[in-house]
């Protein structure tokens, strides 16, 4: 019985001392900005050489000013389509929409079509407030 609460004990202990504190008590950042979901099909050559591509074109898009963030995603059942999307959080529709006439990025695209193909048309979403 000794045993039994001695062991009770440190692990009440060992509970208080490594408690952390609930994550849903930390304030969560405010989004902002305007999120471009693109869905993108590998096609003709290699997964790999459509992921060159895809990083390629990727490659331009982070160069752009009002870019908040980005990232390129594979969808885990390669046999489903989009095969992968890109998510891009930009500060506001106008950056976004410089990107898409920047002669850099449409040469992008054409550099590496055979590679990569936009399955539909890019979403656009924005924070519900």
Same mark, same amino acid.
């Given at each position: 019985?000794?045993? =039994?609460?001695?062991?009770?004990?440190?692990?009440? /202990?060992?509970?208080?001392?490594?408690?952390?504190?609930?994550? /849903?008590?930390?304030?969560?950042?405010?989004?902002? +900005?305007?999120?471009?979901?693109?869905?993108?099909?590998?096609? #003709?050559? /290699?997964?790999?050489?459509?992921?060159?591509?895809?990083?390629?074109?990727?490659?331009?898009? !982070?160069?752009?000013? #009002?870019?908040? *963030?980005?990232?390129?995603?594979? $969808?885990?059942?390669?046999?489903?389509?989009?095969? $992968?999307? $890109?998510?891009? !959080?930009? =500060? *506001?529709?106008?950056?976004?929409?410089?990107?898409?006439?920047?002669?850099?990025?449409?040469?992008?695209?054409?550099? $590496?079509?055979?590679?990569?193909?936009?399955?539909?048309?890019? +979403?656009?979403?924005?924070?519900?407030?």
């Amino acid at each position: 019985m000794i045993r =039994r609460q001695a062991f009770i004990a440190t692990a009440l /202990s060992l509970a208080a001392i490594f408690s952390v504190p609930h994550a /849903s008590a930390q304030p969560k950042p405010a989004l902002e +900005g305007t999120t471009i979901v693109i869905p993108l099909n590998a096609i #003709g050559a /290699s997964r790999e050489a459509s992921v060159k591509s895809m990083q390629a074109i990727a490659a331009v898009i !982070r160069k752009q000013p #009002g870019l908040i *963030d980005e990232v390129l995603m594979e $969808h885990k059942n390669p046999a489903n389509k989009p095969s $992968h999307v $890109h998510v891009m !959080r930009w =500060r *506001d529709m106008k950056n976004w929409e410089v990107v898409i006439v920047n002669p850099e990025f449409q040469k992008a695209l054409q550099a $590496h079509a055979t590679t990569v193909q936009v399955q539909d048309a890019a +979403g656009v979403y924005t924070p519900v407030k």
